[in-house]
């Protein structure tokens, strides 16, 4: 029988990246897809002691159901370290534990889209981003980015123009998929052009703590006079992803009901693992353990640069990110990132073609490489293989240069 | 400044068993409320031995990003164990792992539900359903039912009346709140019946191992040959509530959407909890554990029912579950469960109004009573209370007869 279907779902289609991930699960593979922490630097061990210790000494507790809201202990560190890290303000009250911050962004579609509302995002943009609102059936628009993140004049000029805009979705830290920072400036003119119309802002934080040098730059919530800014964390990139442990924090008003809605989708995040998590927090010193993270990727973003600019061609531009986990690629205009990952695959090396972190399509020249999942010896081969194969299609479809250059613009 | 919301969160309020649960946290009060199983038969050593095993030997991998599928283990184990205890002819591919049920349900509302579409359930049903559904803003038609569950004539009148039923949202086992469960031919009977219309059934199925004599009965899914019915379980009332660990099994082009909805939401289920499950089941009795836990309630349930015969005035009706959680009761008409609730707490005993179990309101004299999670003496001891403050009710509010008997038809 076939049975009839929302509406919605005519728009949900499988993600690129998890068709390849199940590619790239093969040993020989050197992987550039994904966004996969290091596993060796997984706290592994304090977790085991801290599963034993809580379910020696609260066994009970945390395997039985918890509140909404998540562990009160967790969400008072969260806040503090929020205070303290990114230049915040909030309260334990106005933080909630999610599965993720991949289920704040579910949230925030059930929240603020309704089918036709405007979402305006960078161009490019996070994939699971575009997933996870696709489903509640907004209109994307995309706003043009430069080294420096979205452009504020034409976001501007955009929100005037867009009576529907609900949501306003960033991120201005190391972003996904382009390695980009906001500088300050932006992050304060973002607010001024948002203050004049009823929009909220997600701001989407995973990577901000992982700033190869110098401290992380304040929050866009940090300076965020009216209430209007949600911003999205998680400790997949600093403690372990596989714990789907991420949080909310925003104005009371806002969390509350975020709070609701997530009660209707799962009641609760799973408890051992808030409490894990919690204790390895009260046990350790985070901020050396992110220290290391933050090394060990600087060092391989380093071994990336230094293997494309020693390899790939002149016609091919990349971004240099100074955080983060991955880096972004532009191509010369002619080829087609797709072509180019089917033949990338038959030497062992995957890549997430870039047309797919634009929710309108287009820019099939554009190439997301991910460097933190790999060690120094597979970059640099991965990457000597991937310079193969973009030489091998320039020399079928020679390069046209100024082509190039516009392409960067 | 106020940000627009979308229209969904018009119909979005705080769950009244929340509400309560914040109040029943207090050592003092004898807690009817809530649906909490027995901790003390929590499997706590076995999930820690588990913990220690898991993290010992694969550390990395139940830390690091897993399939949205679940963990492919786990998902066989359910398959057979589903297929083996009721019925069904499931393979792991058509398995998806969920946190918790509950996310199976909202999973569910995104792929089916497009606004003012018809969502057809038990008349009361489980408060949970409502508010995940309730969200893709359906129109709830409520089917009359009696002690064999749903009264499918009058689904079938429903079904031909509503061009826009699309989904048939039925628990069959010990149902929430009533802890009724349909017979055989009532199962087969709504298989007939939703066979004329494209619509997809959805099995919300917590309890039906938790049959206090006997065998559980099959599942509707097992006698569905037209691929239309979607089975969502859980291991809450069996293994813990707290990790969030359930499923959907269904036709393999249904569960594939389920997939694709579910990495939207939170990209996948919880890794280590997964695997504590996994390991726990592959190394233990999980039927024998089952049992213990059967035996438990079953003995609860008696002393409750013991004390209501006992305690309560003859003009107070309630059902005798045969397993499950939960019993319902009716009181007479004049009275007012929500008020008998603030008399009730003022006597430390707590319990959910049975109006917030219907969609679209009213059957305010009606109370779900849960007996999973108190020990047998303060069962007694909150029993005797309640009766009392019943009492003080009706000797407030003279009862007539009739509209009581009335009421329970």
Redesign the interface.
């Known amino acids: ?9 005519n728009g ?4 690129e990246i ?1 068709e390849l ?2 590619f790239t699960a093969r040993s020989e593979v050197i992987s550039f897809a ?1 966004g ?2 290091a ?2 630097l ?1 706290p ?2 304090e ?2 002691a801290a ?2 210790s809580a ?2 000494h609260e ?10 809201e998540g562990d009160p202990r967790l969400r008072e560190i969260i806040a503090a370290r929020m205070n303290r890290v990114r230049g915040t303000h909030r309260t334990a009250d106005e933080v909630l534990i999610t ?2 911050s ?2 704040g ?2 949230l925030s579609g ?5 089918a036709g ?1 405007v979402v305006l995002c960078e161009s490019p943009t996070y994939i ?1 981003a575009i ?2 609102l ?3 059936q907004p209109r994307f628009v995309e706003v043009p980015t430069d080294d420096g993140g979205m452009i504020i004049e034409a976001l501007a000029r955009r929100l005037a123009a867009e009576p529907r805009a ?1 949501v306003i979705y960033v991120v201005p830290d190391f972003q996904n998929p382009t390695g980009r920072r906001w500088p300050m400036e932006r992050r304060r003119a973002l607010l001024e052009a948002a ?1 004049r119309h ?3 802002v997600i701001e989407d934080s995973p990577y901000a703590e992982l700033a190869f040098d110098g401290p992380p730059l304040p929050a866009i919530q940090s300076m965020d006079g ?3 800014v949600v911003f999205l964390g998680t400790f ?1 990139k600093t403690f ?5 442990l991420g949080w909310v924090a925003g104005p009371a008003e ?1 969390v509350e ?1 975020y709070v ?2 997530k ?11 808030q409490r894990l998590l919690q204790l390895y927090l009260d046990r350790h010193d985070f901020d050396a353990h992110i220290q290391r993270i933050r090394a060990l990727y600087h060092c391989r973003c380093n071994v990336m640069l230094e293997a494309m600019d020693r390899f790939f061609p002149p016609a091919v531009h990349y971004t240099r990110p100074r955080g983060g986990l991955f880096l972004w690629v532009e191509l010369p205009e002619q080829l087609n990132a797709r072509e180019l990952l089917a033949a990338s695959l038959a030497e062992n090396v995957a890549f997430v073609p870039g047309g797919a972190f634009y929710p309108n399509g287009g820019h099939e020249h554009t190439i997301r490489l991910n460097f933190s999942n790999m060690p120094e010896e597979r970059i640099r081969e991965g990457i000597r293989r991937l310079a193969r194969v973009i030489r091998n299609f320039l020399a079928d479809a020679p390069v046209a240069e100024t082509t190039s250059v516009n392409a960067r613009a």
């Open positions: 029988m076939i049975i009839p279907m929302a509406e919605r779902m949900v289609r499988a993600s998890r991930l199940k994904g996969l922490p596993p060796e997984f592994v061990r977790i085991e599963a034993v379910l020696d066994g009970a507790r945390v395997l039985q159901y918890s509140t909404t599965a993720g991949q289920q962004l579910d059930k929240i603020f889209l309704d509302d699971g997933q996870a696709r489903i509640f609900r203050a009823a929009v909220v009216r209430g209007q997949s372990c992803p596989g714990l789907r806002l009901k609701l809605v009660q209707g989708a799962d009641l609760h995040t799973s408890t051992l693992p």
